[in-house]
């Protein structure tokens, strides 16, 4: 697993030097906040899409000059990344895709087009609606013929085809390197898998992420990963749900393993939210639209796709409690943490917890005495 962790530092570093590479050739690349703004169209453009920084408390002061203070630390973070100048992927975007997803996020990217120009893909709020999902499909339209501007490449529906074929392929591989930890004991501790799936998905080549996949895979399916807390098989497993984690803001993953549990599998945006199939058949664009639409985001009211995918993977990675997570200020996850508290209380006799948070490390024995309370409880 050293190993694997050194050479993914290494190819992060690689991947920086590419970049540069191909910025400098005239490549363009295309920032992106959200997992509703599909990178399809990106690379069927053959742009560069880029995730930006956002899990770091590190830049969050800088934000606080521009931001209120009680506003979601994501939110700040990534703004704070983006006035600082901290972060080289904001740095390499021409432009940036934002949607209007909540409300904190919205406003931001008003002050955030001030620093590059920032197109907000205006994201309906209901999944059920066919108006909704005709938005939607308009919304992309708006956004391909931004990208066919940006780039100076038209769009055509096989170049589309192509780029749902590479993510799927992508996605399929993330969710075979986070299915790992169906096993028992979990391979992949919850703070690895997160470095994993953090790192890997900053790399601009995207074959380079699946060979990577790949080969966790195969190393994992050959033993080489140590297991996480040894052979204990009594080690609780627990699914994280709630808002995206990455590295920097995973305190609670790491609260939790240092109480001698495991966060085997991660149900936000961060980790099996992220992975769904695209269809290969269909008119591109409506293929996209209806698969983005339906990601089960607190922001979608009513949001069952949530509960849908929180009970198939409960069974499906047998865990034995759930964390709830909240960023502060982010009303969309806390006012569903009730639902969910509920659901799980309902359909699986153990409760969940719902933790409200943000990114800075003040209240961590307090997270750690409640967390303990918790584990000691299942
Ligand atoms: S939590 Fe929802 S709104 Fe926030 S980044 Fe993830 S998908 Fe987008
Ligand atoms: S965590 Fe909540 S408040 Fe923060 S960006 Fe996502 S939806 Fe918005």
Redesign the pocket.
Known sequence: MTSLINSLQQIAEENLLELEQAKAEGRSAIGF????SPMEIALAAGAIPLPLCGTRNEPVAAAEEFLPRNLCP?IKSSFGFAVSDTCPFFRYSDIIIG?T??DG?KKMFELLNRYKPTYVLQLPQNQDDPRALALWRSELERFKAIVEKQTGTEITDERLRRAIRLMNRLRAMRKAVMDLNKKQPAPLSGSVLLELLTKIGFLADKEKAINLMERVVAEACAGAFSVSGGQDRKRRRILLTG??VGVGSDKVVKIVEQSGADVVAFE??SGY?KIFSISEDKDPLDALAEQYLA?P???MSPNPGRFTLLEEMIREFQVDGVIDLTWQACHTYNIEAFLVNEFVTQTFNFPALHLETDYAESDTEQLRVRIEAYLEML
Do not use: A, F
């Open positions: 906040y959200c997992l509703y994501l949607d997803t909540c996020k808002v995206p936000n945006c939210k990601i985001c607190s922001v």
